[in-house]
């Protein structure tokens, strides 16, 4: 069926008003959401200060400061990446899949809409198996992050013992070969 050109130029307003709902409706829950993992980031942050406070001297001497800090920075952000990034394409996927879904089964085949959504649990097995290794390699490189905090904090707080025995390009070297494995 061939259309008129009246036709099409309401076909193309009509996309172009879904489009600029779809936008504002996008900026409107990303800034909700991100303005919400901000908020969380700086009351988690809070929770762990104070909780770090009433910690006693020996949990420190015990997991060293780097380690410490390693964690509560690195999990702090972890959790506003996670969160923050997966909430977004939790709403993405749901509005947008949603009615994407709905369209194709309206106005195409749902036999067709069915088959095409195979993909999709075929992307979901493979995220899940990669998920999996991600967290394995971000345990790692937290670790190695906590091994360069706590090298650190040791050459600062004996800067001075360094300088006296003047072995300054032996811990500059230990600091390099630490810093290389980590990043």
């Not at 307003?13 to 600029?20: A, E, Q, S, T």
């Not at 904090?153 to 390009?169: T, W, Y």
Request: charged residues 15%; positive net charge; proline residues 2%.
């Amino acid at each position: 069926e061939v259309m008129s050109e009246r036709s099409l130029w309401h076909s193309l307003g009509y996309l172009l008003m879904v489009g600029v709902g779809m936008a504002i409706t996008r900026y409107g829950y990303r800034s909700f959401v991100l303005i919400g993992i901000r908020r969380l980031d700086f009351y988690l942050r809070g929770k762990i200060y104070a909780h770090a406070l009433r910690c006693p001297l020996a949990y420190f001497e015990e997991h060293g400061p780097g380690k410490v800090l390693a964690l509560i920075s690195n999990d702090i952000l972890a959790v506003r990446n996670a969160l923050g990034v997966g909430l977004i394409i939790f709403l993405d996927v749901i509005l947008v899949g949603a009615i994407s879904f709905y369209m194709m089964a309206e106005m195409l085949d749902v036999f067709l809409t069915m088959l095409s959504m195979i993909p999709l649990l075929v992307m979901l097995v493979f995220v899940t198996l990669r998920s999996r290794m991600i967290h394995t390699r971000f345990q790692a490189v937290q670790a190695q992050y906590s091994d360069l905090t706590s090298m650190v904090q040791e050459m600062l707080s004996g800067n001075r013992v360094i300088k006296a025995f003047a072995i300054e390009d032996s811990s500059f070297e230990r600091f390099s070969k630490v810093s290389y494995e980590a990043y």
